[in-house]
């Protein structure tokens, strides 16, 4: 089954306390992403990847950092997470920047 | 101004009624067009794909693009309880990443 997997879909954590979200797709999919979505606000894109070791800054990047050493993974990585970081993130693949977009289940993620 | 507008409702209508979600934007190179939708606790799907103005009909669901006006339009008829969902738009000039509407949340009311 074609799917975006991400993990972990809920987690409670401290401020500054290191985390990585991880995102695996088995489409092939040359082009990933990170969402957050916040009430009222919308999805709001946090960093982009149009290939492996290529990576570009979203919308909201700071605070976050990714890396795309494999194809199919696209892992999400907060150094130090503080509270405004609590949020609902989506990771999406797609085979081009312009094709439909595939989303994961989401991970809630609240920083205390 | 942001890129694209969306009315964010609530929109509650009776089960039956056709309804309209719609949304702006101000960039001129936008060419790709999406409506996704989006239940409860999940990711959003997509929906409708549009290049370029026109129409697009899918069963009870049309995609209209207005270029000139800079307007984008679903159209839902035959609403039915299933279709109580959060309905984003989504654009792109095709080089740079969709640009997402905030969403607009639908109740169908049977």
């Known amino acids: 089954e074609a799917q975006v997997t991400q993990n972990p879909r809920y987690l409670i954590t401290v401020t500054g306390k290191k985390l990585t979200v991880t995102c695996s797709q088995n489409m092939n999919h040359e082009y990933m992403s990170w969402y957050r979505q916040d009430p009222g606000l919308g999805l709001r894109q946090i960093y982009y990847s149009m290939n492996v070791e290529v990576t570009d800054k979203g919308d909201v990047p700071e605070g976050y950092k990714v890396s795309r050493k494999e194809k199919r993974n696209f892992p999400l990585i907060l150094e130090s997470p503080s509270p405004n970081q609590t949020s609902l993130y989506f990771c999406?693949?797609?085979?081009?920047?312009?094709?439909?977009?595939?989303f994961g289940e989401g991970s809630r993620l609240t920083v205390l | 101004q942001k890129e694209v507008e969306q009315d964010p409702g609530p929109l509650s209508v009776p089960e039956g009624a056709i309804v309209s979600l719609n949304c702006t934007y101000s960039n001129s190179a936008f060419q790709y067009f999406m409506w996704y939708r989006q239940y409860s606790r999940k990711g959003p799907e997509l929906l409708m794909y549009?290049?370029?103005?026109g129409n697009k009909e899918d069963g009870r669901f049309t995609a209209q693009v207005d270029k000139s006006s800079k307007y984008i339009s679903l159209f839902i008829r035959d609403s039915q309880p299933s279709d109580s969902a959060t309905y984003l738009c989504?654009?792109?000039?095709?080089?740079?990443?969709?640009?997402f509407g905030k969403g607009t949340r639908l109740s169908v009311i049977a």
């Open positions: 989504a654009m792109s000039d095709g080089n740079t990443p969709l640009v």
């Open positions: 549009t290049y370029s103005s």
């Open positions: 999406a693949s797609s085979w081009v920047i312009t094709g439909e977009l595939f």
